[in-house]
């Protein structure tokens, strides 16, 4: 499906805007369109971040009538091998909502959203967990302890990294579709490109570069751009999530969120190269060297991440002296990567800073084999390894 959200900064809520593509035959279930046209979004993100109606600000304690309980049992998260019924789920967590402003059926009603609506419904979970955590720090459920410790609510935060639950199922979530060519996800993608194995009992034919390019260009730039940016801002909301634990009680209770920040960076990155006109990997090298000497977030392709939009001040440069060994340079590519994950999330930096720092230990036909197979044969001629003995 493809579907955005858009942000209205006026009234801070979200505005779910489907693109209608019926016509071409890249929208595979028109009913979701459909249940949108007749008032039935996501969720009523702005009501669900009021103050309780009835027991302001954060409602009722669900634990005491055991509806915690029942929530966990719904969402099978210990049990790998089964899967929930996702829509029951979310309905679940969405009526637990009505009554406390609680976090663990936050997280699980965005787990759900993953499952119900794609990518746009995860990115509006994620808000509201957000919203929640900076409106509502010392009354929110699960309540802090009498020292203030947060860990129970970490713990529930920290779900949003389950393989199986949440991380494959956003590898797999289609990124763009067409009717007769099928759809496309970043584990599809990164098949294509090489990047990862098939999945297993994947039959018929795998995926090819140029027949994703080709749906990635039919759909158009726009829409893959715009999802892109949902991503972006879903990162940031991750980042802001773990700065609220670590304003309130240090960074030693705030949840390791980097496993899903680093996926969800990986779908922007696909994203944004077969946006790219003529879309794939070779435009986006093509882009990033015409944009060598851009501000770093025209180069990421993204919004300004959450430490930008607050107009942090600038900061000196943290390197004193010059790069004089090669431990230096790659002293010096860590802290790159460092700070693009710290500052702009979104960025793809931190993956070509990982490649370049693989390439410094390789002789010159091992980096031509890992950045252009098809000139090994040229360089070992330049290097006269094809001479007769």
Not at 204 to 209: C, F, I, K, R, S
Request: hydrophobic content about 40%; aromatic content about 6%.
């Amino acid at each position: 499906m493809l579907y955005l959200i858009k942000q209205d900064e006026a009234s801070s809520t979200l505005e779910v805007s489907f693109r209608c593509l019926f016509a071409a035959g890249k929208v595979v279930a028109p009913e979701m369109y459909q249940a949108y046209q007749d008032g039935d979004p996501f969720m009523d993100l702005q009501g669900l971040l009021e103050p309780h109606h009835e027991a302001p600000p954060t409602g009722a304690d669900l634990d005491a009538a055991g509806e915690i309980l029942t929530l966990d049992m719904l969402a099978k998260w210990g049990a790998p091998d089964e899967e929930p019924e996702w829509e029951e789920l979310r309905s679940a967590c969405l009526a637990a909502l009505d009554k406390s402003r609680d976090l663990r059926p936050a997280v699980y009603l965005t787990a759900a959203l993953l499952h119900t609506h794609g990518i746009p419904g995860f990115a509006d979970g994620l808000r509201l967990l957000r919203g929640l955590l900076e409106q509502y720090w010392e009354p929110l459920f699960p309540p802090l302890d009498e020292d203030g410790d947060a860990m129970e609510r970490s713990s529930a935060l920290f779900n949003l990294t389950n393989f199986h639950k949440v991380l494959k199922p956003l590898r797999n979530t289609p990124l763009v579709e067409d009717r007769a060519v099928g759809r496309f996800s970043l584990q599809d993608i990164e098949v294509a490109e090489g990047k990862a194995e098939a999945r297993e009992g994947q039959g018929g034919e795998l995926p090819q570069v140029g027949v994703i390019q080709a749906v990635f260009q039919a759909v158009g730039q726009e829409t893959s751009r715009e999802l892109a940016a949902t991503i972006a801002r879903a990162v940031d909301d991750l980042v802001a999530i773990e700065s609220q634990f670590r304003e309130h009680c240090g960074p030693d209770q705030a949840p390791d969120l980097s496993r899903l920040k680093e996926q969800l960076q990986r779908v922007g990155v696909a994203l944004r190269t077969y946006s790219l006109e003529g879309a794939g990997p070779a435009a986006a090298a093509i882009e990033a060297g015409e944009d060598s000497e851009t501000p770093a977030s025209r180069v990421s392709g993204s919004e300004p991440s959450a430490s930008q939009a607050i107009g942090a001040a600038p900061q000196p440069p943290a390197m004193a002296g010059e790069i004089r060994s090669r431990q230096d340079a790659v002293a010096a590519m860590e802290g790159i990567a460092r700070y693009f994950r710290r500052h702009e999330p979104s960025s793809p930096i931190p993956l070509l800073m990982e490649r370049a720092k693989r390439l410094v230990d390789m002789d010159f036909l091992s980096i031509l084999r890992d950045v252009a197979p098809d000139a090994v044969p040229q360089g070992e001629k330049l290097r006269g390894d094809d001479k007769p003995e």
